[in-house]
T-cell receptor
Framework: QKEVEQNSGPLSVPEGAIASLNCTYSDRGSQSFFWYRQYSGKSPELIMS????GDKEDGRFTAQLNKASQYVSLLIRDSQPSDSATYLCAVKIGGSYIPTFGRGTSLIVHP | SAVISQKPSRDICQRGTSLTIQCQVD?????MFWYRQQPGQSLTLIATANQGSEATYESGFVIDKFPISRPNLTFSTLTVSNMSPEDSSIYLC???????????FGPGTRLTVL
């Protein structure tokens, strides 16, 4: 049973702070990792993908992957109220087109 | 990336009726999927739409209830049959593009069944 676990939150951070979102997964064969952002009433939007251990930075977003510990995280620097959304972690094992999604973490950035 | 459109964007339907949702992609894609997302919940995969053959359904979903067509590489339909209030949900079309293994989502269809 492939599982992807996320704290449902809500995670509340003040504007300008770093928001840290975490995700753990159970299948050691997992090779592709994705973070999606979903605003209320909208569909998921891809933010980041990461495939190798370490950090990957894109603007204010940094994805961190540690395959040995089976976790992937998303850091949002200088958080803005517009970052308030649900963040979904998705994990794919090698050779599969279908990722397993976590239940998402709700992030609230308050002014 | 892929640009995905869905029709209708929302609908309110009566119990016992059926609704067909259309999904159109602007480029040829490897895979097309249909998801359901109930209020406050994460994504649940209904089925993989296969071009020219029967869809592959996930556990708990059956063809009689959710018939799916995919006549070509850029178009698919999902029908929600004999609807009940429990079918009220957002239905999302999703694709994996030919050139990447990245999954993109359409804008969704918000269905309310009375």
């Amino acid at each position: 049973q492939k599982e992807v676990e996320q704290n449902s939150g809500p995670l509340s951070v003040p504007e300008g702070a770093i928001a840290s979102l975490n995700c753990t997964y159970s299948d050691r064969g997992s090779q592709s990792f994705f973070w999606y952002r979903q605003y209320s009433g909208k569909s998921p939007e891809l933010i980041m993908s990461i495939y190798s251990n370490g950090d990957k930075e894109d603007g204010r977003f940094t994805a961190q992957l540690n395959k040995a510990s089976q976790y992937v995280s998303l850091l949002i620097r200088d958080s803005q109220p517009s970052d308030s959304a649900t963040y979904l972690c998705a994990v794919k094992i090698g050779g599969s087109y279908i990722p397993t999604f976590g239940r998402g973490t709700s992030l609230i950035v308050h002014p | 990336s892929a640009v995905i459109s869905q029709k209708p964007s929302r609908d309110i339907c009566q119990r016992g009726t059926s609704l067909t949702i259309q999904c159109q992609v602007d480029s040829q894609v490897t895979m097309m999927f249909w998801y359901r997302q109930q209020p406050g919940q994460s994504l649940t995969l209904i089925a993989t739409a296969n071009q020219g053959s029967e869809a592959t359904y996930e556990s708990g979903f059956v063809i009689d209830k959710f018939p799916i067509s995919r006549p070509n590489l850029t178009f698919s339909t999902l029908t929600v049959s004999n609807m009940s209030p429990e079918d009220s949900s957002i239905y999302l079309c999703s694709v994996v593009t030919t050139s990447t293994d990245t999954q993109y989502f359409g804008p969704g269809t918000r269905l309310t069944v009375l």
